[in-house]
């Protein structure tokens, strides 16, 4: 009962219940566990464990339970969770999942690599012409991820402020459109 001690309700609403776990709760086998166990009870008919973020959502019916009870069943099903093996008897160890740009990275790799091979096959000179040059396609990639960024960074701003006033937003406008210009202008094939 001493994860209990770690879990806090982060948000609380009709039918809806949020916690915050410690990170004993989000390895793999332990996680499948719970949402198992918390899905087994009368009501529940959402439970989101997020393993990254150490959240666990829970969406239950509330003319069928209640608050307290869909509590009572998260320290029941930790209880039930403790008294099981893990499926190698050890602790579970929490696997690591690769990075967006590690395999982005990988995937460009292989490409290249692909795209070597059937150059060779070929034998002709325009067989060349396939594989791209690492300099150029190192800056348009990192040119991608910086965009994708800076996208996902303004996200927020742009819905929230930027499309609201969008004269007085005018000059981060017109630095969007100019990045944009840029990048279609970077894509365009060469003549």
């Known amino acids: ?12 609403s009709e039918g809806h219940l949020r916690f915050a776990l410690p ?16 899905k ?17 959502s829970i969406r239950y019916i509330e003319g069928v339970t209640n608050a307290k009870t869909v509590a009572r069943a998260l320290f029941d099903a930790l209880d ?3 008294e099981q093996p893990s499926a190698s008897g050890d602790i579970a160890v929490q696997e690591e999942e690769p990075g967006w740009v590690k395999a982005k990275y990988e995937e460009a790799k292989e490409t290249i690599t692909a795209l070597g091979i059937i150059a060779k096959g070929t034998g002709n000179a325009s067989a060349s012409a396939l594989i791209p040059d690492k300099e150029k396609f190192a800056i348009e990639f990192f040119t991608d991820i910086l965009v994708l960024y800076l996208i996902k960074l303004h996200w927020h701003l742009i819905l929230g402020h930027w499309i609201r006033n969008p004269w007085q937003y005018r000059s981060e406008w017109m630095a969007t459109i100019y990045m944009i210009f840029l990048l279609v202008r970077s894509k365009k094939p060469k003549k």
């Not at 709760?25 to 166990?37: D, F, G, K, P, S």
């Not at 087994?40 to 666990?56: H, S």
């Open 40 to 56: 087994r009870i009368e009501g529940i008919y959402r439970v989101d464990l997020y393993r990254k973020q150490q959240k666990l």
């Open 23 to 38: 990170e004993a709760l989000c390895q793999t086998h332990t996680a499948q566990n719970l949402e198992r166990e918390l």
């Open 1 to 12: 009962m001493s994860l209990a001690k770690h879990i806090f309700v982060r948000y609380s």
């Open 80 to 82: 039930n969770i403790n």
